[in-house]
């Protein structure tokens, strides 16, 4: 089983030619709407990738819960695990440019009422795999990686988005996830040592006995476990909209990691789901299926 605790978000889209500068209006070409929300997009992408997967988060009492839950829904993800809040279903504001770069605005809303005590909905146990991300209190976040360690799950945390205060639990996570900015913010907070990424990689794992993986968009994936490096290519594609790539990311590592899979293994199918992710627009509406996962590293052999 995989558990996700984590957001859940409405995504407010908007497509634009080129992105603003500070205090520029741009006009905008169209507008959708689709769920999202970090934790949302790593539980639809670890139920696409085949995985029984549960959700713990909180939606508002309002026109916006049902959907962003629609398609973890359709998705048979288990949803007991989701409460409702007083506060707004949680919103992100997306501007998408020509060139599949984005600029978001996160809106916690219901997010920030998942608390520690809500850990207990998740019922951990020994051989689960555990999602979390930084778009819910940071207390919990802690408290599932400690009640994970205590139930003998395993812990993958996406360090997305950078929090500071953050880096002090990092190392209680099995597999911090990061992208490169991310993980050169946390290098400085944490004073890793090394001349380039890689050595900082390295000295996490070794200071902290766990693994780090920092994702480079269109150059890969590196991992540094206190054992071993490696480095991941990522597949050759023109993006066309990059929202919901790294949650893709770890939504299928996750699930690789729940049937076994070596982590090389296990990091070039995520890699994989991540770049084809990236070939239609929205967070969700654009996580890859388990087939087409399948054929494309079929077609990349």
Aim: net charge negative; charged share 20%.
């Amino acid at each position: 089983m995989i558990i996700i605790v984590g957001s859940i978000n409405l995504d407010l889209i908007a497509n634009v030619d080129r992105l603003p500068e500070p205090g520029e209006t741009v006009r905008g070409s169209s507008f959708a709407t689709a769920p999202g929300g970090k934790g949302a997009n790593q539980a639809l992408a670890a139920a696409r990738a085949g995985a029984q997967v549960r959700m713990v988060g909180a939606v508002g009492k309002d026109s916006f819960a049902a959907e962003a839950l629609a398609l973890l829904k359709a998705g048979n993800v288990d949803l007991s695990g989701v409460g409702e809040s007083f506060a707004s279903t949680g919103t992100a504001l997306i501007l998408v440019g020509a060139d599949g770069e984005n600029v978001i605005a996160v809106v916690p809303g219901a997010n920030d009422s998942v608390v520690p005590g809500d850990v207990a909905k998740a019922y951990l146990k020994k051989g689960d795999v555990v999602l979390l991300q930084h778009e819910i209190p940071l207390q919990t976040v802690e408290a599932t990686l400690d009640a994970a360690r205590a139930a003998g799950a395993v812990s993958v945390l996406n360090t997305a988005p950078f929090r500071s205060e953050a880096a002090g639990f990092l190392g209680k996570a099995d597999y911090a996830v990061a992208n490169e900015t991310e993980f050169d913010l946390y290098g400085e907070a944490l004073s890793l040592s090394g001349r380039d990424r890689p050595a900082r990689m390295r000295d996490y794992a070794q200071k902290t006995g766990r693994a780090i993986v920092v994702t480079l968009g269109g150059d890969g994936v590196l991992a540094a476990t206190p054992d071993d490096f490696l480095a991941i290519p990522a597949l050759k594609i023109t993006p066309v909209d990059t929202v919901g790539a790294g949650d893709t990311f770890c939504g299928y590592f996750g699930a690789g990691l729940s049937s076994g899979l070596p982590l090389q293994e296990a990091l070039t199918r995520a890699a994989v789901a991540g770049s084809l992710a990236c070939l239609k627009p929205g967070a969700q509406p654009a996580i890859p299926l388990a087939k087409d996962v399948d054929a494309a590293l079929a077609a990349a052999r």
